[in-house]
């Protein structure tokens, strides 16, 4: 039973196209993030939520939107996908401040 | 600017051998400082962890050393084994920061047969 679940784990798209990945955990918790991992396996957060309310914007570019229906998922739609957005998207989830953050197998991000 | 540098980026060790991965950081305000082990084609996931009131914590063949008045943390492995060829990464985040992890740029370990 995955505790956080993210579809799809390979995106291959065409610059300028929008896509979306959707990231569902199973934990309970409150807070849901989204990290991106780029060539050189550097891990950065770029948004998190906290029961549905954006509390992290990690100066990302605004084609980078997220999306918390509830408290349990937590989307990311991109517009206009450049060459740059390559890169491995990661959703985690947590309970509470300074506690484990569970992370999702990720979506490898491949833009041609 | 990054708030915490790791080393070495890679690192090889023989079966049996220490494994010794350090962590340096600056933010003086960091209080909880994880180690993250991720496998290729995974997503990191949470190895040991320790808060800076502490000076060492192990958990089986992991202990982490943390040193208040350097500003460093120190990540060993002992009696390393092929299963713990891994990219492990360090991080620090600061009570009332919103849950933000800052990651170190990870080390990528070896450990040959």
């Known amino acids: 039973d995955t505790a956080v679940s993210q579809t799809p784990k390979y995106l291959v798209t065409q610059m300028g196209n929008d896509k979306s990945i959707k990231c569902e955990q199973n934990?309970?918790?409150?807070?849901m993030y989204w990290y991106k991992q780029d060539s050189k396996k550097f891990l950065k957060i770029m948004f998190s939520?906290?029961?549905?309310?954006?509390?992290i914007n990690e100066t990302v570019p605004n084609r980078f939107s997220p999306k918390s229906p509830d408290k349990a998922h937590l989307n990311l739609h991109i517009n206009s996908l450049e060459l740059g957005d390559s890169a491995v998207y990661f959703c985690?989830?947590?309970?509470?401040?300074?506690?484990?953050?569970?992370f999702g197998q990720g979506t490898r991000l491949t833009v041609v | 600017q990054q708030q915490v540098k790791q080393s070495p980026q890679s690192l090889i060790v023989q079966k049996g051998g220490i494994s010794i991965i350090n962590c340096a950081y600056e933010?003086?305000?960091?209080?909880?400082f994880p180690w993250y082990q991720q496998f290729p084609g995974k997503g990191p996931a949470l190895l040991i962890a320790?808060?800076?009131?502490?000076s060492e914590k192990k958990e089986g063949r992991f202990t982490i050393s943390f040193n208040k008045s350097a500003k460093q943390f120190s990540l060993h492995i002992m009696d390393s084994q092929p299963g713990d060829s891994a990219t492990y990464f360090c991080?620090?985040?600061?009570?009332?920061?919103?849950?933000?992890?800052?990651f170190g740029k990870g080390t990528l370990l070896t450990v040959n047969p």
């Open positions: 985690a989830s947590s309970q509470a401040e300074g506690t484990e953050a569970f």
């Open positions: 934990l309970g918790h409150d807070t």
């Open positions: 939520y906290n029961n549905k309310e954006l509390i």
């Open positions: 933010n003086t305000a960091f209080d909880y």
């Open positions: 320790i808060r800076p009131d502490v």
């Open positions: 991080a620090a985040s600061i009570r009332g920061s919103n849950y933000k992890l800052t």
